[in-house]
């Protein structure tokens, strides 16, 4: 294989596994659109936080400003995961698709999704020790919490270990609540019924948010202060089984909505406000990746859904990554301005978080996205065992 070929192929090697064989490639690119901003806010927080005084004030300006709002990113992951987990159990409430067994969506939450969580947390812990920033005592029950996903609600703050593993807490306890959810919302057949309560209850728990202060912490750490991004996801999900499915209508309009919505998510981003209209961008953009031909073309790139794939372990890694790469550049000035020194530090960044993630994608997330893996552990160990377990006698005959 000549290297061309080799490039070509290499997407499809790093491509995702899903239970039921089949992936929405809309939604990997979107995946990749969350995932990068995130790299980008934290890239560009610590240049801030390392460069001289007078170059960091530079920070401060607008495109600083929009550098910094990656966590617009984190809120499109909970609008893909409302899309996402619903879609299986809209599909069996409207379209009598297949049962959804509880036991084992469960169940495949924790052999998809624990290992590489429990290795890489692991991995973290094991780095704080060795910079000697806390004892072990100290750092154990962040650790086990974590591992739980309690931290938030038993700390009221982010994790020292992995401070990004605070949205997966939320993740968690969206994926609890997600059956008896989708039951509520996708029992009702009617469309214009389910959509109008849909469209309304998403409303009322925005307005809830705004009135009882939820947006703010601690609140903020938990599903009640981010339901309405879920909720949003399920509304997508109701509009993709009816009308988005196989052939559908594009217009080169939704490309220009799509780019106008992506720009203004960042524009109008805020932890604790503006949410109605943030909210809407997340949601046009959304719909413009499957309805706009420009956009379609660019975001279903098989490099695009490839890196996208892989989101789950760049968000786990590339934090600790970029600390660890501080430690080394953050005396490399090389201009007496802000983005230039920034864009250095973030190509640093994306040169080594892109590699370690496609190592760490192929070691421990991507084996764990065969359903059966557990099956084919067992049967390797119980070999081993049984082998190992005759070697004894076997030495005996040999010697006899």
Not at 268 to 291: D, H, R, W
Request: hydrophobic share 50%.
């Amino acid at each position: 294989m000549n290297l061309k070929a080799f490039f070509r192929s290499l997407p499809s090697g790093l491509s995702r596994v899903t239970s039921g064989g089949k992936f929405i490639r809309e939604i990997d690119g979107l995946r990749f659109l969350a995932i990068l901003p995130v790299v980008i806010q934290h890239t560009s927080e610590r240049t801030v936080r390392k460069l001289p005084e007078e170059l960091a004030s530079q920070g401060d300006t607008m495109g600083a400003f929009l550098t910094q709002n990656g966590g617009a990113g984190v809120f499109l992951f909970f609008v893909i995961s409302g899309f996402i987990l619903s879609l299986p159990f809209a599909k069996m409430h409207l379209y009598g698709g297949s049962k959804v067994k509880l036991k084992k969506y469960f169940g495949r939450r924790i052999t998809r999704l624990e290992p590489p969580y429990i290795i890489w947390m692991t991995v973290f812990l094991l780095v704080v020790l060795i910079k000697g920033m806390y004892t072990f005592s100290e750092i154990l029950p962040h650790y086990f919490l974590s591992l739980v996903y309690l931290h938030n609600a038993v700390f009221l703050k982010y994790s020292f270990i992995n401070p990004v593993a605070w949205s997966l807490e939320v993740e968690i306890q969206f994926y609890l609540l997600a059956p008896l959810l989708t039951w509520i919302f996708f029992r009702e057949k009617n469309v214009i019924r389910r959509r109008t309560f849909l469209i309304l209850s998403w409303i009322a728990m925005m307005a809830l948010q705004q009135y009882a202060g939820w947006l703010h912490y601690p609140y903020r750490l938990f599903i009640i202060g981010h339901l309405h991004y879920f909720l949003l996801g399920f509304l997508l999900t109701d509009v993709y089984l009816s009308d988005w499915q196989g052939e559908r209508k594009m217009h080169r309009i939704w490309d220009l909505i799509g780019i106008v919505a992506f720009g203004a998510m960042f524009a109008t981003y805020s932890e604790t406000g503006s949410n109605v209209i943030f909210t809407c961008c997340l949601g046009l953009l959304m719909a413009s990746v499957f309805l706009g031909p420009l956009l379609n073309r660019m975001i279903t790139n098989p490099w695009i859904t490839a890196i996208g794939g892989m989101c789950y372990t760049i968000y786990l890694i590339h934090l600790p990554i970029l600390e660890l790469q501080f430690t080394f550049t953050e005396k490399f000035i090389v201009f007496n301005n802000f983005y230039s020194n920034f864009f250095i530090q973030l190509s640093i960044a994306l040169a080594v978080i892109l590699p370690a993630s496609v190592i760490g994608f192929l070691a421990l997330e991507k084996p764990c996205m065969d359903p059966k893996w557990p099956q084919h552990l067992r049967t390797w160990l119980t070999q081993k065992v049984s082998t190992s377990s005759k070697l004894p006698a076997n030495a005996q005959q040999s010697e006899g």
